[in-house]
């Protein structure tokens, strides 16, 4: 087959620099494991003892938020569907506020290391672990598909196997994860963050220079190519991508993504108080934007580069994931495309890293902790560090044998936000209805998370899925493309394309609309069983701590319980005057008819 026949193009010059960029992640890591508190207490290791500053903060985060997911499928799926995907970047700005105001200052407010801590609080144990098992299966997943990522970009440019890099990648970055705690994997996204931006922007500067006109031609062809598909307004759910698909599902994914999320919120608890981590998120929203347009505009880019001869219709690629370093291969020159390479490296490596981290945080302190404590076993803090760096090694191990399954699911950026959607929608929904919400009770919202995530994940694992319709591409312009355009007819007629309705509904919705249901669900689910549940106990709600619950309602919580107080207070003092008046009498009445 002539499918990815070109390999083996990296120079000595590119091996030097992937060389180099590997080698600064290890050395960070080797850094902060000899250097400060050199990571021998829990705190210092999941938390960097709250010493970070709001600029490395928003960077990591950015960092950590862009994978090499994004970074390749996104890019891809721009090059085939068009700019609608950029959509749903900024559909994230407008979740800042809701988190900064609702969300986060509730687990400053409580101060815990897993936010699922929260959910004992505020529903029970068990709440606590179903949530943060499925949290940890959906970090999991998706750690396994961003370790898979880079390989792509591997195999496109070196022909080394895909299983080689995975392994080389899992133990460059669990080594570094585990050496240097949270403090190395935030100082090392710095790094990685600023090596993507130069690298989409390298991308970019090349095809404008190569192009006449520069960035208006990139927009005009673009545009001819049914590229810059901003207004899609249809309603229809079963459309991949609309205006109302992207704002609301990409807005709902970074809200589950930032808000309730243990990577996130671990790295903005790195921080002295609320107040400095919410300039962080803000701060953070912008960068997220600029680095997702950049990302897909050099989709666009590298269309207008094929627009004549498409690298995955002429079979010199598999798939579009692979597009972005299969183009910088072919038109960079030796460095510069391992500079790249490592862009898409560090894309991946600074949000698994992330991962990892959080998956040790949610083990250490959902089930080493309370198992120790159950079975009444000393646990010092010694211990605690060990054993967190002891499961940072085990999810990598884990993760590289989920990385080796990814490559049987599909395109990057469709599994990943499917699998985040299914879960992760759900686990918002729980969160919410235990911050907006005192009639929720754990029963009632379990019974909501559980269905919502029976939908959720028949939707995303069901069988057989219709093909995504893609937008036109061309091989007119390639050197054999009169095979090629006969090849492709034939295939054409061989195969029998059936009618879109004939696959079950709920394989037909996009997947930006999981998290969307999930939420939904669990809400309305979760809510009206929570008031069901209550009848039939014949309680009423629980008096929760105020802190519990988002500022607002926190407030009207405490204004309530203190006008009750009054009330009560007042009662107390119309009585206490009444008795002393009754027994004045009673002693004068004496004393006269004696």
């Known amino acids: 087959t002539p499918i990815e026949d070109e390999i083996n193009r990296l120079q000595w010059q590119?091996?030097?620099?992937?060389?180099?960029?590997?080698?600064?992640?290890i050395i960070i890591g080797l850094y902060y494991r000899f250097s400060g508190g050199r990571q021998s207490t829990a705190t210092e290791f999941f938390s960097a003892d709250n010493s970070l500053g709001v600029l490395p903060l928003s960077i990591a985060m950015m960092a950590s938020h862009v994978s090499g997911i994004t970074m390749l499928g996104m890019s891809g799926e721009t090059y085939i569907r068009g700019l609608i995907v950029a959509?749903?970047?900024?559909?994230?700005?407008?979740?800042?506020?809701?988190?900064?105001?609702?969300?986060?200052?509730?687990?400053?407010?409580?101060k815990v290391v897993s936010i699922y801590e929260y959910l004992e609080k505020r529903f029970g144990l068990y709440?606590?672990?179903?949530?943060?098992?499925?949290?940890?299966?959906?970090?999991?997943?998706?750690?396994?598909?961003?370790?898979?990522?880079?390989?792509?970009?591997?195999?496109a440019t070196t022909g080394l196997s895909s299983t080689m890099s995975i392994l080389v990648l899992a133990v460059i970055c669990t080594s570094y994860s585990t050496l240097g705690g949270i403090k190395a994997v935030l100082i090392t996204d710095i790094f990685?963050?600023?090596?993507?931006?130069?690298a989409l922007i390298i991308i970019i500067f090349i095809v404008t220079q190569n192009i006449d006109g520069g960035i208006d031609s990139i927009w005009r062809i673009g545009k001819e190519g049914n590229r810059i598909n901003f207004f899609e307004w249809t309603i229809d759910?079963?459309?991949?991508?609309?205006?109302?698909?992207?704002?609301?599902?990409?807005?709902?994914?970074?809200?589950?993504?930032?808000?309730?999320?243990?990577?996130?919120?671990?790295?903005?608890?790195?921080?002295?108080?609320?107040?400095?981590?919410?300039?962080?998120?803000?701060?953070?929203?912008?960068?997220?934007?600029?680095?997702?347009?950049?990302?897909?505009?050099?989709?666009?880019?590298?269309?207008?580069?094929?627009?004549?001869?498409?690298?995955?219709?002429?079979?010199?690629?598999?798939?579009?994931?692979?597009?972005?370093?299969?183009?910088?291969?072919?038109?960079?020159?030796?460095?510069?495309?391992?500079?790249?390479?490592?862009?898409?490296?560090?894309?991946?490596?600074?949000?698994?890293?992330?991962?990892?981290?959080s998956l040790a945080a949610v083990a250490l302190e959902d089930y080493v902790k309370p198992l120790h404590r159950k079975f009444g076993i000393d646990f010092s803090d010694n211990r605690a560090t060990f054993i967190a760096k002891s499961l940072t090694v085990l999810n990598g191990i884990i993760c590289m044998f989920l990385a080796l399954i990814a490559k049987t699911m599909g395109s990057l950026a469709t599994v990943a936000f499917s699998i985040h959607g299914s879960i992760g929608g759900p686990i918002l929904g729980i969160f919410t209805l235990g911050m907006f919400s005192e009639s929720a009770n754990e029963i009632g919202t379990i019974i909501g998370m559980i269905t919502a995530l029976c939908v959720c994940l028949w939707g995303t694992f069901g069988r057989p899925k219709p093909p995504i319709p893609k937008l036109p591409v061309s091989i007119e312009g390639c050197a054999n493309s009169t095979p090629l355009m006969f090849a492709e007819q034939m295939n054409f007629n061989s195969t029998i394309q059936p009618?879109?309705?004939?696959?079950?509904?709920?394989?037909?919705?996009?997947?930006?609309?999981?998290?969307?249901?999930?939420?939904?669900?669990t809400l309305v689910v979760g809510y009206v069983a929570s008031i069901i549940v209550r009848l039939i106990q014949g309680k009423n709600n629980i008096e929760h701590d105020p802190s519990l619950f988002t500022p607002f309602?926190?407030?009207?919580?405490?204004?309530?319980?203190?006008?009750a107080q009054k009330t009560t207070n007042s009662q107390l003092f119309v009585l206490e005057p009444s008795r002393i008046r009754g027994s004045f009498c009673n002693e004068m009445t004496r004393n006269y008819i004696e």
């Open 14 to 25: 590119d091996y030097l620099v992937i060389g180099a960029v590997m080698s600064v992640s």
């Open 192 to 198: 990685q963050g600023l090596l993507m931006l130069i």
């Open 237 to 357: 759910p079963t459309v991949q991508y609309t205006v109302w698909s992207t704002l609301i599902g990409g807005g709902l994914i970074h809200l589950a993504y930032v808000a309730v999320n243990q990577v996130q919120v671990q790295r903005l608890m790195t921080v002295k108080n609320v107040k400095v981590a919410t300039h962080a998120l803000f701060l953070c929203g912008p960068f997220i934007l600029l680095v997702g347009f950049l990302t897909c505009f050099t989709g666009l880019s590298i269309y207008v580069s094929y627009k004549d001869c498409d690298p995955v219709m002429s079979e010199k690629i598999s798939t579009y994931d692979k597009i972005l370093p299969y183009f910088t291969v072919e038109n960079l020159s030796p460095g510069v495309v391992g500079l790249v390479v490592s862009g898409i490296f560090s894309a991946s490596l600074s949000t698994i890293s992330a991962m990892m981290n």
């Open 499 to 521: 009618d879109q309705s004939s696959y079950f509904y709920l394989y037909r919705i996009s997947y930006l609309w999981y998290n969307p249901i999930g939420l939904t669900i």
């Open 87 to 110: 959509l749903m970047y900024a559909a994230g700005i407008f979740t800042v506020p809701i988190i900064a105001t609702c969300y986060l200052p509730v687990f400053f407010e409580i």
């Open 553 to 563: 309602l926190a407030a009207r919580i405490r204004r309530r319980r203190q006008d």
């Open 127 to 155: 709440m606590r672990l179903l949530v943060s098992a499925a949290n940890f299966s959906e970090t999991m997943l998706l750690t396994g598909v961003m370790l898979y990522a880079p390989s792509l970009a591997l195999e």
